[in-house]
């Protein structure tokens, strides 16, 4: 496996040499950089030692011309006190003999030249001038002066001879000085080479073992720490496979869980639309079959049935509002509303459940308003007052309010077996449960409630916290804003048992299901209702060519049989009538669908919908509950 994707570093070398080898390269900065230094040097210290040679002879050769001008002065100082011009024209003939001396002259004090031997030079030549007085032999004389004029040939020449044996001594001393550099730069150039070469492999995505440690100090520090990055690297190498692999592991999971939960969406949809027609069915005949019944054992029959329907209801309610929420087709609707009524239906509709249990059901009452959404609020503390009923064996449930944190803390709390710390975390989740048993002959459920509970607190963005302790129950916390003003509540008119009474609506029934056309003809004829049924669009308007009047509510199913949606069926129907926009008739869907798709556009649509199988009781009040909103529009 390549560790690095470019060769950097091998078209960093090649590119420093020219293209050739880095042992060359190498060896030959190495021999400039030794060789350099050392050359400069040497030519500064030749340039000085010389300078200062030639200012040495220099000296010297100006001391010895001025002790024989001096010795000669001395000898010519009778001569001069007596005018003896031929002592001194001798004097200056021998004196011009000495080496070095090109031309001497005796001058008298007043300026005449009395004697003189030799011819000047030439300036260029590098000649110099002496002067040097002679006293005069006695009291009273006249002094004079001797002018010499010396050579520096001779000086010159043995500067050039210096020279040039310092410059053959630093010729040696560079070649002696080559020959170590060079034995050095290929002692010190190897273990780069080989260090350069590894790196060189390194860059192709080669793995090299560990190169030897053969130099001390800087050398051998860095051929160890290439060892060292180079064990990292094999590490790092073998870590980064691992997690690749476990990346590619992951990759294959999350496939199959997406592939999973695609499958799972199948299965509701075909659920909702294949499994529910059958069971909505169900519930209407086993409702049309109650009807005029006196015979107890046929009642309880019918009643087994029912109790039968119902728990097959619950589970579809659960997976279809979870994939109702998956699909984002749930919107939370906000608005202020008092906590004591809602606790008032949880009562209602859960006493005789706990009291069949032996369980007392306790609601505190209380005045505080909360905002939310209050039938999302409601299917939260349901499932979770219905999870407490049937899991607490003796003691009861209680539901009660508390003002925290500028919000409202709803508690609902049971004294049932309680729940593990290893299980706390996963309780939300789908499909868990944890190891509680129901109490003997009730059937458990499947995992959904508290699921679906955790989904509606995330939509309404409200936290819902979770303690509890074996052998002593648990207590499900949901904090809920409350309301800015609070309103007086408007008392609710007193629950009736009596059923909503329906007679004499005029109804349009749309299903491709003639099973559930036929039951719900039944049972809504037996309300006193006016039924007329149609499978598709074209038979819903042939009822409609029939009846002038518009019906006063037109149920639908959305997926019809000739592959019309509902929704466009009532559109039809509302054209027909006379206005799209405003159609005289009410609406109300009832459908198995759980598609994201469908439920979107459910949703857009903003028509009362049921989700099959729709309970008598749920039909009953759904119909009722639209017509008065039809009113109220």
Known sequence: MRIFSTNRLDETLVSANGGGGLDGWLFRRLCLFALLPTTVIALLLLGFSTYWHLQELRTLARAEAQAAALQVAEIATVPLARADLGALQRIASVANQRQGFNHVQIISADGRVLAGAGRPGDADTGTRILTQPI????????????????????????????ALKALLLLACGLVAAGLIVWRSARRLGAPITSLADAARRLTRGELPASIPVTADGEIGYLQQGFNAAADALRNADYRLQFRIEQALKLRRQNAA???ASQARAL???AASHDLRQPLYALTLFSSALSLGEKDPARLSRIAHIQDCVGSLDHLFNELLDLSRLDAGAMQPSLSDFPLDGLFDEISRTFRMAAEKRGLRLQLRKTDAWVRCDRVMLARILNNLVCNAI??????????????????????????????ADEHRARVFEEFYQANCPPRSGERPGLGLGLATVQRLCALLEIPITLHSQLGHGCLFSVHVPMAATPRPEIAAPAASDQPLDVSGLRVLVIDDEPIILEGIQVLMESWGCQVRTAEDGRQAMQVAQSWVRPPDIVISDLKLGDGRSGLDVLNALARHYGSASHPPFARLLI????????LREISAAKIPVLYKPVSPNQLREAI??????KLAA
């Open 267 to 269: 299965f509701l949809a």
């Open 624 to 629: 009722v509950a639209t017509l008065a909103l």
């Open 135 to 162: 006293p005069a032999a006695h009291a009273g004389g006249a002094p004079g002066m001797m002018r010499i004029e010396i050579s520096l040939r001779d000086v010159f020449a043995a500067q050039r001879a210096q």
């Open 257 to 259: 869980l997406e592939t």
């Open 591 to 598: 459908t198995g669908e759980t598609k994201s798709d469908r």
């Open 390 to 419: 049937r899991y607490t064996n003796s003691g009861g449930v209680l539901v009660g309010a508390r003002r925290q944190s500028g919000g409202l803390r709803i508690d609902v709390w049971d004294t049932g077996p309680g729940i």
